[in-house]
Structures are given as structure tokens and as C-alpha cells.
Nanobody
Framework: VQLQASGGGLVPAGGSLKLSCKVS????????MGWFRQAPGKEREFVAA????????SYADSVKGRFTISRDNAKNTVYLQMNSLKPEDTAVYYC???????????????????WGQGTLVTVSS
């Protein structure tokens, strides 16, 4: 099982980035997927989640209206479109998979069995 996140980088405040997470080793549409982030000196926090069929999504309040999670099961890839970025969005972003029920979304990191290696997003002020 492998989750490969990419798309991070340095962007000015107000800018946009789109993260991708390519999965292999399991059937992606068996699971809900999620994005988490961890800023320096802080705990990992929930960002967004999506059910297997994209019918249900959920977001942290801090990113609601700015970030959009999506997935393409045929491409084994989940995405995180990030707009109107703020310096406080600076963090390592992780994708996760392996939730108990694929039709639900989960904000707890303990609900996910598989994790990617993370991609760094830096937003300059």
C-alpha cells in the first residue's frame, strides 16, 4: 500500500495550489479518503475528507469555502484544491485512506489506516 502526495510548494498569500495523492496497492473506491496537515510545533489536524463515491465531503472550519477535496477513482487519485491561501495554512499536508465505512467521512486521524509521506506547503505573507 502506498500513498504518494505531491503538489506542495511556496506560494504567496492569496494564491492557490492543488495537491494530488496517488494511491497504489489497494482499490481506492473501497475507502473514504482524507487530507490532514501538521504545522511546525503543532499536532496533526484534519483538513478535509471525501466518501468513496464523492457524494459526501467534510471540511475543517478553518478551510471551509477555500479548499475543495475531490477524487478520481479511475486514476486512483485524490485531490485538494487550495485557494485564498493564508500564512497559517503553512504545513506538511498528508493524505490518508482506509476508513471503516466508505460512505462516511471521518475527521479523526485514528479512522485512517494508510498514510502518505506528506508534501510541504509554505504560504508567504
Amino acid at each position: 500500500v502506498q500513498l504518494q502526495a505531491s503538489g506542495g510548494g511556496l506560494v504567496p498569500a492569496g494564491g492557490s495550489l492543488k495537491l494530488s495523492c496517488k494511491v497504489s496497492g489497494f482499490t481506492m473506491d473501497d475507502y473514504g479518503m482524507g487530507w490532514f496537515r501538521q504545522a511546525p510545533g503543532k499536532e496533526r489536524e484534519f483538513v478535509a475528507a471525501i466518501s468513496w463515491d464523492s457524494k459526501t465531503t467534510s471540511y475543517a472550519d478553518s478551510v471551509k469555502g477555500r479548499f475543495t477535496i475531490s477524487r478520481d477513482n479511475a486514476k486512483n487519485t485524490v485531490y485538494l484544491q487550495m485557494n485564498s491561501l493564508k500564512p497559517e495554512d503553512t504545513a506538511v499536508y498528508y493524505c490518508a485512506a482506509g476508513t471503516p465505512y466508505r460512505s462516511r467521512t471521518y475527521s479523526a486521524s485514528s479512522a485512517y489506516n494508510y498514510w502518505g509521506q506528506g508534501t510541504l506547503v509554505t504560504v508567504s505573507s
